[in-house]
């Protein structure tokens, strides 16, 4: 959940325990998600499993923004 929750700006909405298996239910923006599979089997020796579905668009923050604007000019300067 921490993980979650301040590496990858993610809300957990809830935690579910049953047979033995936790499930975390959460909004996560989809860009945070990519490296997720690995960090996850890392994290669960190699145990845990995940699924995503998109939700909703919603703006970014201040400094994401800034981030991929930068990235887009630094872009359009290297063609």
Do not use: H, W
Request: charged share 30%; glycine share 8%.
């Amino acid at each position: 959940m921490s993980d979650i929750s301040s590496k990858r700006r993610g809300t957990v909405l809830g935690m579910t325990a049953e047979d033995g298996m936790q499930t975390v239910e959460a909004e996560v923006p989809m860009a945070e998600m990519s490296s997720y599979t690995i960090d996850l089997r890392s994290m669960t020796q190699g145990r845990g499993i995940f699924s995503c579905k998109f939700i909703r668009y919603e703006e970014a923050p201040g400094n994401v923004q800034q981030k991929v604007i930068e990235e887009a000019k630094a872009l359009a300067e290297a063609e």
